[in-house]
């Protein structure tokens, strides 16, 4: 059974930064594609960013420069630097197995002043 667990998310002020992260079990961590989602209020969930099991990476136009996407494969891990936050980033974000297609149950991002 895959289990996806975020953490890391809060509230930050315009301009500060976050780090998120995602603990994955019951999937052979090392060899899935894994993605970060995010879903604003009354808007669909989009990519945030996508990285393979290789550790190749792909970013959304509104999260490059900004974010980064990491992975630790022995700790069955992965990561979402942001940084220079600003309040269109605010919603749940989500971690994704692209393989399984299984999702976590998300962690509040909020920026606001």
């Known amino acids: 059974q895959v289990q996806l667990v975020e953490s890391g998310g809060g509230l930050v002020q315009p301009g500060g930064s976050l780090r998120l992260s995602c603990a994955a079990s019951?999937?052979?961590?090392?060899?899935?594609?894994m993605g970060w989602y995010r879903q604003a209020p009354g808007k669909q969930r989009e990519l945030v960013a996508r990285i393979s099991s290789g550790g190749s990476t792909n970013y959304a136009d509104s999260a490059k420069g900004r974010f980064t996407i990491s992975r630790d494969n022995a700790k069955n891990m992965m990561f979402l630097q942001m940084n220079n936050l600003k309040p269109e980033d605010t919603g749940v974000y989500y971690c994704k197995n692209e393989v399984r297609g299984s999702w976590g149950q998300g962690t509040q991002v909020t920026v606001s002043s």
């Open positions: 019951g999937i052979i961590f090392k060899v899935s594609a």
